[in-house]
């Protein structure tokens, strides 16, 4: 299970550079959107995948899953879903303003 | 336990919440964020006093045991940091008063000051990996905001690379903190620390510590990842380009220093490529700042040099240059949140940045002059002012270890820095004055520059009285005991 999982986040992270690598500002907002997921795919994959029983069983429990990547991944969502939001709008105002998506146009002195 | 420590953390937030409510009322609006600011600064200093006294303060949240629930730890260190961090605050927000335009004040800008103070403060002051990655989110999301108020095109422009290289580096933090939870199966600091002094120095944990090196080193500006710097960092409006300058980078450096000290001290190969790594970075920034014409990007680059000098004296690891790096720290935050203040009244006046169209500002403003020269000889760390302690001491400690090299980079250094600042001097304040001179009344503006100037001068003419809380901030970096032992209470 767990090789599954780090071949999937490889697959993931590998999609993202490619997207975060390419031209248009839309490609990389889905690129860091990718990427966020590996991340969190990982980070679950790092506390253990399937230990066989619920996370909270007291304290003589043989057999329990580890709640805190959980945890964390849900603070890492709501995090990274916050930042692609504004992201998002900060790229349609860029649009709007500058007439461009294109990162190879969004440099040099033309817009300062 | 106490809470006086979570105080420069719930201030700001409560304040900022509050100022979102009446966004439209201007006055209140300073007034309160002033107010919460002061109050900041009076608890930071309560907080230095105690800890003094009483060692490292530490609480546990919801009173969940040190390992098990997050756990808030303020050192020396950090309790120094937060001082300087709200002084430079309520300075800036002294200079937004009449320095930011009524657009920007309507959207925001004191609440997301308040925000940004949130997640700097609180960065400084957790004990908790993965805590640090959320305070450097509210810290960053704030940043964003800030950064794009004003909704000019290259406002826009640079804020969409921002906030992109941030997000990359983000998701670098948390893969780090998933890496270092698999290999030690915690996330309190201190815990880590002493997991990992039991494990010893293995492979993965020198990955662990490049990939924390290259997370907050993009953080902090340092030799291959500076690129985003001068270009995001130039497109701001003064108050916020202090902000950023003073607190945003010094974050990522406090995070390399904290986590280097606490869990990969035992590494030696970490320590060397970092020691490497701030060489290359203070000779990329001076020849950046001798190279514009432009007086922001000029401070911008001494930025990067001075990231590199501080970060050079933490790689030495000895007492001696750990305490240097701190008073280094300290002082650059200082001096540049002055720097930007000055140089933003001497843009109010002339209406440019560009130095060729700025000359002979001295004979109506010698106050400006006068005090951007001496702000500039504190930053190239001519005596008695605060830069020279540091600095020293950072090279007397390289000399201890032998690294001859870097102290002739680093004393060198200093004249390029010099050579960049005297530039603005000579050719914006000197000479004939040229058309855009304008009689403006400037007084406000100045104010906060000037009591920023005073601090560092203060802090290099009573550098007898200050030492012992550096030297105790350099012993909790030193000696990662002190700090697991207070926050486990064992």
């Known amino acids: 299970m767990e090789f599954l999982m780090i071949l999937i986040i490889g697959i993931l992270f590998m999609c993202a550079t490619y997207l975060i690598l390419s031209k248009s500002l839309l490609r990389i907002i889905i690129g860091t959107g990718l990427l966020s997921h590996g991340v969190h795919l990982l980070l679950l994959t790092m506390g253990g995948l399937k230990k066989g029983a619920a996370p909270l069983l007291g304290q003589h429990a043989e057999s329990y899953s580890d709640p805190l990547p959980q945890a964390l991944i849900l603070t890492a969502i709501v995090i990274s879903f916050g930042v692609t939001s504004f992201l998002l709008v900060l790229a349609y105002r860029t649009y709007q303003e500058l007439g461009t998506d294109n990162m190879e146009k969004l440099r040099g002195k033309k817009y300062d | 336990m106490i809470n006086l420590i979570l105080f420069p953390i719930l201030i700001p937030l409560l304040m900022g919440i509050i100022l979102i409510f009446f966004y439209k009322k201007i006055i209140l609006q300073r007034i309160f964020s002033l107010l919460s600011t002061g109050a900041s600064i009076v608890v930071s200093i309560c907080m230095i006093d105690k800890i003094k006294n009483e060692g490292i303060q530490t609480v546990n949240l919801s009173n969940w045991d040190a390992p098990f629930g997050i756990t808030i730890v303020s050192d020396m260190l950090s309790a120094l940091l937060v001082l300087t961090t709200n002084i430079i605050a309520f300075c800036v927000l002294l200079y937004s008063f009449k320095g930011i335009d009524r657009e920007r004040e309507n959207y925001f800008y004191y609440a997301m000051i308040q925000f940004l103070l949130v997640g700097v403060t609180g960065a400084f002051s957790t004990g908790d990996i993965f805590n640090l990655f959320v305070f450097f989110e509210v810290m960053l999301m704030a940043s964003y905001v800030l950064l794009v108020l004003g909704n000019t095109k290259i406002q826009l422009r640079e804020t969409v690379k921002y906030i992109i290289v941030n997000v990359v580096a983000s998701a670098l933090f948390v893969v780090g903190v998933a890496y270092i939870y698999s290999v030690v199966g915690t996330l309190n600091m201190a815990l880590i620390s002493e997991r990992i002094s039991e494990v010893g120095g293995t492979g993965i944990l020198t990955v662990i510590a490049v990939l924390f090196l290259l997370v907050f080193g993009l953080k902090g500006a340092i030799f291959p990842l500076f690129f985003w710097l001068p270009g995001s960092y130039n497109a701001a409006p003064i108050p916020i380009l202090a902000l950023f300058g003073a607190l945003l980078t010094k974050v990522g450096v406090y995070s390399i220093s904290r986590t280097y000290s606490l869990f990969f001290y035992q590494d030696s190969y970490v320590f060397s490529l970092l020691g490497i790594l701030a060489l290359i970075t203070i000779i990329l ?154 009689k403006k009344p400037v007084k406000t503006l100045l104010l906060p520059g000037c009591i920023l100037v005073l601090l560092s001068f203060l802090i290099g003419i009573g550098v007898e009285v200050l030492s012992p809380y550096i030297s105790l901030a350099a012993e909790s970096l030193l000696q990662p005991e002190n700090y697991i032992h207070a926050v486990l209470k064992e």
């Not at chain 2, 930007?340 to 010698?366: D, E, H, Q, R, V």
């Open chain 2, 285 to 438: 920034g001076a020849i950046g700042s001798i190279a514009y014409n432009d007086v922001k990007k000029i401070i911008i680059y001494n930025i990067i040099t001075a990231i590199g000098v501080i970060l050079f004296g933490f790689s030495t690891f000895n007492a001696v240059s750990l305490s240097g790096s701190i008073f280094y720290l300290l002082h650059d935050m200082i001096i540049k949140g002055a720097l930007f203040l000055l140089i933003g009244a001497m843009i109010y006046i002339t209406g440019t940045s560009n130095l060729k169209y700025m000359s002979g500002l001295m004979k109506k403003y010698p106050l400006l002059a006068w005090t951007f020269f001496i702000a500039a000889l504190g930053l190239a760390g001519i005596p008695p002012l605060s830069g020279f302690v540091g600095k020293f001491l950072i090279i007397q400690g390289a000399f201890q270890a032998g690294n001859y090299i870097g102290s002739f980079i680093v004393v060198l250094s200093s004249l390029f820095v010099l050579l960049s600042v005297i530039k603005i001097f000579v050719k914006g304040f000197w000479g004939e004055e040229s058309d855009n001179v304008m």
